[in-house]
């Protein structure tokens, strides 16, 4: 009789709405756990160090020569996080936004004066960091130390590009303007990235002005034989001419996407086909 009792019982809590919320306080549980593992696991990453940092090179298409290089900051491979996309995504759910940013732009500058070695009659070359345009508005961030820090380096701000990602973050284009005015007051210049992705990239480019736009690369990809991304394209390289700002076309990786794109006026370059991301600084090398 208790047997069937029991059997009853469960049978009816199976069934029951309260299985699937006891489920649910399950699978919250667990991701409440895998959320603390990994936001510790960020944590120990800054406390030590512990992110590799590659410099890819953005070349002059016209002469062949690297006029910058742009800074990667890449974890290593955990099961806490697989992939690189799969990191930068949880650091966006967290907290620590604008410390991982700080760090990310802090070991940056002091690995490129490390690994950066210049001959004699080189010019110096522009660093390109990534940084989130939210950053630069937050009260807490100041740019003397930044500064600050460049001096100490031995690098002036007029090598520094802050290359602005997370296209939809910005919104309020007239603050963000006078914010970005601050900082070019001080030398630093402004690349705007994945332009040509969105809508609000090309609005992102017509209100701030950069000094640099870096085309997607989903346009550069087979743009040799795609009309749509060529007409695109030529209304950006148009709008760039007039305004005096340059171009970088971003993940070049065939000997065709690179000839159209030199002989339609973009004036630098990046990708695979020039230069691959290497923790050492090592200048690019054009293919034609």
């Known amino acids: 009789m208790q047997a069937r009792i029991n059997s009853q019982l469960f049978s009816f809590i199976g069934s029951h709405p309260l299985q699937s919320y006891l489920k649910h ?17 960020l944590q120990k990453i800054m406390k030590t160090d512990a992110l590799n940092t590659f410099f890819q090179p953005i070349l002059r298409l016209d002469s062949g020569e690297t006029m910058a290089y742009e800074a990667l900051n890449r974890p290593a491979r955990t ?7 799969h990191f930068y995504d949880f650091v966006g759910q967290t907290n620590q936004v604008f410390l991982f940013e700080c760090y990310c732009r802090n070991i940056s500058l002091k690995r490129f004066i490390e690994r950066y070695q210049p001959q004699a009659h080189d010019r110096a070359s522009l660093l390109f960091i990534n940084i989130h345009p939210q950053v630069l508005l937050d009260s807490t961030y100041h740019s003397g130390e930044t500064l600050h820090l460049l001096s100490r380096l031995g690098i002036a701000p007029e090598q520094v ?12 284009f007239k603050l963000f303007e006078k914010v970005l005015s601050n900082y070019r007051s001080q030398g630093f210049r402004i690349a705007i990235d994945d332009v040509g992705s969105g809508y609000n990239s090309l609005k ?44 970088i076309a971003e993940g070049i990786e065939t000997v065709e996407e690179l000839s159209y794109i030199r002989e339609h006026g973009v004036q630098y370059g990046q990708g695979y086909i020039l230069g691959k991301p290497q923790e050492e600084i090592i200048p690019g090398r054009m293919c034609l």
Do not use: C, G, W
């Open 79 to 85: 099961p806490l996080f697989p992939n690189t996309e």
């Open 204 to 247: 992102t480019l017509i209100y701030l002005k950069p000094e640099f736009v870096k085309l997607d690369m989903s346009l550069i990809r087979n743009i040799d034989k795609n009309r749509e991304q060529q007409q695109l394209v030529k209304l950006i390289i148009e709008y760039s001419n007039h305004s005096s700002t340059e171009m």
């Open 161 to 172: 590009v802050f290359e602005l990602t997370e296209k939809t973050a910005v919104t309020d």
């Open 25 to 41: 306080l399950n699978d919250r549980r667990k991701q409440e756990v895998l959320y603390y593992r990994r936001l510790k696991e």
